[in-house]
């Protein structure tokens, strides 16, 4: 009788120690949570600030100079100029590329587009640039929902995620098709992205000697679920790739 008793005592205060150690890994994870929250928030104000300052400062300072350059070259003395003048207009389309290549940096830091006109004109824009770039590459575009139907909060997320399942793509995919879809379904509304590329196994052998695992994905995965919404990856070798990001239309997030 008494063994038993001793028996009993010992495994509460097991079951006790493990209630403390879920409790204590509940709580890491809560923390490693509200950090991230915090990481992202932090990377996209950063964002924010640097696009603005190419914006105002770098890409200003370019035009200025492209306006000067072609003011001296206009104003040239004709006697013997020729040859500065020619020399001075090689400049022009460096300039003006350079300007391009701010101009690029700046909507990739954060599209004024998205602020100015939502997120189906920003993913619009994403995919014929993607198409632009990779041109031997189909980018199907299916945007079955109005802008009004997709929160206000999920904006940003959605072309972030686009933004890394497009950029992974052109990086590790080497497909001819892809898909991108954001569509509303009873009380969800669903991001997908899929490609007909290489695929990967990420828990399997097949996966290059060299391989190391990026952020992109588990950036991804985040920004989905502190947004409240769900997220998977999908990857077969030889088939292509599929990321999904769904969110619930509760009230909350619904603008019904
Ligand atoms: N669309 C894709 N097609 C093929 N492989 C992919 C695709 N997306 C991701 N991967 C694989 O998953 C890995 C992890 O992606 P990610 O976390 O974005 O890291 P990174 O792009 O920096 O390598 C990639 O290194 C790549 O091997
Ligand atoms: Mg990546």
């Not at 587009?113 to 994403?126: N, V």
């Amino acid at each position: 009788m008494g063994g038993k008793t001793a028996f009993l005592v010992f495994s509460l205060e097991e079951v006790t120690d493990r209630q403390a150690a879920e409790e204590a890994l509940r709580k890491s994870e809560r923390q490693l949570r509200t950090l991230t929250d915090q990481l992202i928030d932090v990377q996209e104000n950063e964002r924010k600030r640097i696009a603005r300052e190419v914006h105002d400062s770098l890409g200003a300072s370019l035009s200025a100079l492209k306006y000067k350059l072609e003011d001296l070259i206009h104003n040239l003395p004709q006697k013997d100029s020729r040859q500065i003048g020619e020399t001075l207009g090689s400049l022009i389309p460096i300039i003006q590329e350079t300007i391009g290549e701010a101009r690029r940096m700046q909507n990739d830091l954060r599209p004024p587009l998205l602020d100015d006109l939502g997120i189906l004109p920003t993913l619009s824009w994403l995919s014929r640039r993607f198409q632009k770039i990779y041109s031997r590459v189909t980018v199907e575009q299916h945007l079955e929902v109005r802008e009004e139907d997709v929160p206000e909060r999920l904006k940003l997320p959605i072309f972030r995620i686009t933004q890394e399942a497009l950029n992974n793509i052109g990086k590790h995919a080497r497909a001819t098709q892809v898909r991108i879809s954001l569509s509303r379904e009873q009380k969800k509304l669903n991001l997908v992205v899929r490609d007909n590329g290489a695929g990967i196994n990420l828990k399997g052998p097949s996966k290059p000697a060299d391989w190391l695992p990026g952020i992109g994905l588990s950036v991804m995965k985040e920004r989905t679920t502190l947004s409240g919404g769900s997220f998977s990856f999908e990857s077969h070798p030889g088939k292509g790739t599929m990321i999904e990001a769904s969110w619930p239309l509760n009230k909350e997030n619904s603008v019904e």
